[in-house]
């Protein structure tokens, strides 16, 4: 079985600041981990993945995910936030070699960021 | 490429009715899924097809019917719908090498009153 925990639903930064949104997952197998967005009243898209290559995962827009197999975490992080940025966000799961349909998705993140 | 479109955007059913939502895609990707996005619960798998006359069932299937007779096309199906069912609700599609990243349409919002 696989899960996924974002240990913050709501995250609230200025702009020009760090974002960091955290996320820990559980899975029997080597895990497939993403995060996806989601900006208001639109679909979701793709930020970043990780499939076991490097552990440092650089995605769209400036954001970054560091996978630590030691700590369970898939941590999304970006340097300086932009008032673009405020969305939802969600961590997901797939198990390696498990089906591409079956994704376990996070309970989201909401990201505000003040001016 | 249009990737994935979803009809209606909105909708407002009384309950009891039934209707179809809309999910057609336009990359030849082999795998559908419809989901559910209720706030604070994430997205939820209703149902899944890994190619055409291929349907299987997800997380909550429950009051929702699909079928998939063609690649691009994977209508979803209130048969009498309830209150209970509303919500957003988004199709996606993959494809088997792709790693698991899925492709999302922009949703449909579904009220039942």
Redesign the interface.
Known sequence: AQSVTQLDSHVSVSEGTPVLLRCNYSSSYSPSLFWYVQHPNKGLQLLLKYTSAATLVKGINGFEAEFKKSETSFHLTKPSAHMSDAAEYFCVVKNSGGSNYKLTFGKGTLLTVNP | NAG?TQTPKFQVLKTGQSMTLQCAQDMNHE???W?RQDP??????IH?S?GAGITDQGEVPNGYNVSRSTTEDFPLRLLSAAPSQTSVY?C?S???G?????F????TRLTVL
Request: proline residues 7%.
């Open positions: 994935v795998y559908m899924s989901y604070g619960m994430g997205l939820r798998l899944y890994v988004f996606a993959s494809y088997p792709g790693g698991g990243e899925q999302f349409g922009p949703g």
